[in-house]
Each structure stands twice: as C-alpha cells, then as structure tokens.
C-alpha cells in the first residue's frame, strides 16, 4: 500500500533530520518502527540514503578541489568537546536503523527485482535533479513562471535543477526545458511529462512546444497513441488523457508515427503551417489550425521580464516603507550605485548621520533583478567596512546572498573579530548550516542550525534571516523565509557591529594578502533593532524574492 501525501511529508522530514544527525527519541523510534512494518517506506528509505550518500561524496570531491588549488588559511572556530559525543550518538543511531531495514529490505528486493532496477534509475535521476548541472543530467529546468507542481509529483524541480527520467505533473503555470541535445521546450500546465532521454520526452497530457536546431534532429516526443519525430523544426503538441492531441508544425518538418503502423492511417508527415488532429482511437484528420494557442521561448522570456518588472517594483515600495522603519539600524538596499561608487549607502532615513559601508575590491554586478545592483566578493580581501554605534540588546540580521563555493571553516556575511564583549559573527560554516556567534564575558557562544544550504543552492539567490531575542530568550535561525531552528540563549548580552565586516573574516586588527571573504555576491543586508516573528520574516522573502516560483526543499 502506498503512502499518503501526508505520510510522504512525515517519512522526509523523518529522514531529512537523520541525515543532519538531529534524530532522536521517540521521533528515532517512529523511524525504525515504520521502517520494519512497511515496504513503502523501505523502498523510499533506500532511494533517501542512496540520494545522500551521492550527496557526500560529491562535497568531499569539493572540498578536496578546493584544498588542491589554493592553501588558504582559515579562521578557525573553537572546537566543542561535546560534538565529538554528539557524533558518535548520531552515527550509532544510523547504524541502528541500517541494520533493522536490513533484512526487510533484502526480502523486499527478492520479490520485486524489477522495480529495484526501475528504483535505482529513479534514484539517479534525483541524484541529478539536485546537484549542479552535470553530463549525467538529460535536461534542466532553465525557466518558469507561477510554477505550481502537482502533489503526487514524484519530482518538483525549481529552476536550475538538472532533470532525468523521473515523472513530473505540472499543475500550472510555464516551464522551459532545456535538453543536453539541444531541443528547447516549453510546456504549459496543467501537464504531465517525463524526460526519456537526451533527445526523447513523453507527455500524456498538456501543451508542449519545441524549438528543435539540426544538431537535435530526431527529437521525439511520445503519446499515448503514438509518437512525434522532429526532422529540425518547431512544433507545437497538445496531448489531453483519453489518448487524442493536436499537432501543428510552426517550421521545418516532423513524422507522427501511430501505434498502429501498418495502416496508411497512422502514418503523417507535416510541414510548415499544418496541423491534425490525432483522435483518441489513433486515427488522424487533417484541421487547419490547432484548437489553442502555443507559448513558445519569446513568450516565457517577455513573461519572465514582465514579472521581473513587477516584482521589482514590489520590492521598491517595500524598501522605501522599511527605510522610515524605527527599528531600522542599518539598511544597504544594494541599489542605485553607479558602477564605479566605492560607498555603499546606508537607506536608513530616522538617522541625523547616514552610516555608509566602505567598499573595499568588490565589484558591482547585477542583482536579483535586471538593473538593480549587488556586489560580488571573489578576492581574498574583498569586504565592506561597517560603522554602527551602539549595542542591540535584540536584533534581526537579514541578507540575500549568491553563493559559489563553501569554504570549510566559515563563509561570512558578517564578522567582527574583536575580543571585546557584543562582539558578532552571522554565516555560513563548512557544512551549510547557518552560524551566529556572539562574544560574552565567558568566551565565544555559537548558534548552529540543521543544514540548510545544500550544493543545489550554488549560483541561486537565497534569503538568510536570524533573530536574536533577549526577551523570550532564543535564537532563530531562517532559510528562505521558513525558520529551520530555535536555540535558547545562553547569556544575555547586547551586540556590536561597530567596525564590523560584511563578506570577509579578516585577523584581528590586520589586514592580510588572505584574508577570508566568501565566495559569490550579496545583493541586500538589513539589521532591525527588534527581533522579528516568524510571519514578518516570511512576509519579507515573499516580497523580495526574484522570481514567483517557491522553493520545495523537500520532495516527496
């Protein structure tokens, strides 16, 4: 019997925290009782830790790149000796579960070899469907618009993600499919589809058009009662449940192949501006013009610019509203700067003396939007010098950031290195998890979250947010508006960022030919003075997000 949405949910948020060492308890028992009692949750836990696995060795391949090319020295960060036990309960607790779904799953494997085969390629097509874009990958998902996958979608990719043989059910909304062959898609929702090969799709329902060069000649696109050749053209598809579709050739020329291919009937050939219609029975009638209109490449792009547009605009009145905001301390929106301006000003307007950054070797590039800016940090030194007087006994630091690589110690937004007491960090560490570190009068106190910066993320715009709540006592941490973790306080004391750094983890008091910056662009940082609740923050990353398409972090 098969899971429930609801159960699917459950089952991955289930394995997502055994993955990050962060299971325990009854939630631990949960785990290894379901995992003994149903084959469905065997079949996915194995696909789970297979998609990990691949997951590791793909960081570790990283990371040892990166030692290879450069011996860089990093800010070292203390180590706690209880992680070392953290660790070993963890690993114990892995352990344990591999070993109870042991021999369930090998008397699962036994009765259905043939699934097994068909999971593994599953697997692999996840696999692809998350890392960075690889040969091994058949397509990738380069553009979308009001995306809305399907619950029972077995992938739900979000732009940039590489694409495989997996099924996919778009609900609604434009998705551009870019094939490693070269043919170019664009399918409307709601549509089902599934990527067969480099050159070779399936789509048994919605609207399809391909843009098809003569280096993908022999592109394919297979129905229900039959099959679309390319000879090096653009055509448009519709394909509806019961079997019957219409297919109109924009340019070029293409074959329809019907399954009964021994008739004169199921056989077409189709030039520029014709169209038939192919029945649900498979037999075709030639029709002047196809039922509906085809959206092509041009349209997704203009939508896409449309959209951009709008919520550019959004995100303007959103800032001009934060700026006049009192709990405002400081406020870089990234934007209006000449090319060339080495002061990175501070919007906050309640102020008598604006508080600019100074800019130091970054460079402006392009940010979340057309025309609006950001700064990319690439060399050792890059930073922007902060100046904030006074201490914030609460506070919310907020930032979208464009990562390239992880370094293994410490990726910085913020860093202050000062001994003094308020003293504060705010980044990324070698893993992906998201670190505030704060000084007191007993040493260096460090607020880590589960991992939430995966390698897919690379090259994306994401919205970091951690409050610092003195009143109720704790510290949240938040990924793209969704808080990921909540830690008590351990000593109240107030914060400083006066002389502070964004993107780069320097010595104390020096400046050095390797100095520590982060790799990859910052486009907006916000510090409130007040500890915002969880639907502020989302309300924000919701306004200020590039693109209108949501992130499913976790797929069923």
Same mark, same amino acid.
């Given at each position: ?82 992680? !070392?036990? %953290? /660790?070993?309960?963890?690993? @114990? =607790?892995?352990? &344990?579960? *591999?070993? +109870? ?61 590489? !694409?495989? %043989? /997996?099924?996919?059910?778009? @609900? =609604?909304?434009? &998705?551009? *499919?870019? +094939? ?70 924009? =340019? ?305």
């Amino acid at each position: 019997m098969g899971l429930t949405d609801k159960e699917i949910l459950e089952l991955h948020e289930l394995l997502d925290d055994l993955v990050e060492n962060n299971l325990a308890g009854e939630r631990l028992r949960r785990l290894e009782e379901w995992i003994a009692e149903s084959e469905a949750v065997r079949r996915r836990y194995v696909r789970f830790m297979d998609l990990s696995s691949s997951l590791r060795h793909y960081a570790e391949e990283c990371f040892n790149e990166e030692d290879d090319e450069v011996g860089e020295k990093l800010v070292p960060f203390e180590t706690k000796p209880q992680d !070392l036990l %953290g /660790i070993f309960r963890s690993v @114990a =607790a892995v352990a &344990a579960v *591999v070993a +109870l779904c042991f021999f369930g799953y090998k008397s699962y494997q036994r009765s259905q070899n043939a699934s097994a085969s068909l999971n593994s390629q599953m697997a692999e097509g996840s696999r692809s469907s998350i890392t960075q874009p690889s040969v091994n990958a058949w397509g990738q998902l380069t553009s979308a618009l009001g995306v809305e996958w399907a619950s029972d979608s077995e992938l739900r990719p979000v732009r940039g993600d590489s !694409l495989r %043989g /997996i099924p996919m059910k778009l @609900a =609604a909304g434009l &998705a551009q *499919v870019e +094939l490693r062959h070269g043919a170019t898609l664009v399918i409307e929702g709601p549509a089902d589809f599934r990527l067969l090969s480099p050159n070779e799709v399936s789509l048994t329902k919605g609207k399809l058009r391909a843009i098809v060069p003569q280096a993908a000649a022999g592109f394919t696109v297979v129905m229900t009662k039959g099959k679309v050749i390319d000879l090096g053209t653009e055509f448009g598809l519709h394909a509806w449940e019961n079997g019957s579709a219409e297919i109109f050739v924009y =340019a070029g020329k293409v074959v329809f192949e019907g399954k009964e291919r021994d008739t004169e009937r199921a056989f077409a050939e189709l030039e520029a501006g014709q169209s038939v219609f192919v029945d649900a029975q498979g037999e075709i009638e030639w029709i002047d013009m196809p039922s509906e209109p085809f959206i092509g490449a041009a349209d997704v792009a203009y939508r896409s610019m449309e959209e951009a547009q709008r919520r550019y605009a959004g995100w303007v009145a959103l800032s001009q509203e934060l700026a006049e905001d009192k709990r405002m301390a400081l406020y870089f929106t990234f934007d209006d700067h000449r090319s060339w301006a080495r002061a990175l000003r501070d919007e906050v307007n309640h102020k008598k003396k604006r508080e600019d950054g100074a800019i130091v070797g970054c460079k402006w590039i392009e940010g979340r939007w057309p025309g609006k800016g950001a700064l990319r940090f690439s060399g050792s030194n890059d930073r922007v010098r902060l100046k904030l007087k006074g201490r914030l006994s609460n506070a919310t630091f907020m930032s979208w950031v464009r990562l390239d690589r992880l370094r293994k110690e410490f990726n910085p937004i913020l860093h202050l290195a000062s001994s003094r007491k308020g003293a504060v960090s705010w980044g990324f560490d070698g893993r992906g998890r998201m670190l505030l570190r704060t000084r007191g009068e007993a040493g260096s106190t460090e607020y880590v979250s589960p991992v939430v910066f995966r390698s897919n993320q690379f090259g994306q715009w994401v919205h970091l947010a951690t409050t610092f709540d003195s009143r109720q006592g704790k510290v949240t941490h938040y990924l793209d508006g969704r808080p990921f973790s909540r830690e008590a306080m351990q000593g109240k004391t107030g914060l400083t960022l006066d002389g502070g750094e964004l993107g780069n983890a320097n010595t104390e008091d020096k400046v050095v030919s390797d100095g520590q910056s982060i790799r990859g662009a910052i486009d907006e940082f916000l510090v409130f003075r007040d500890a915002l609740g969880a639907e502020e923050v989302r309300e924000l990353y919701e306004i200020g997000r590039p693109f209108s398409m949501p992130r499913l972090d976790r797929l069923p």
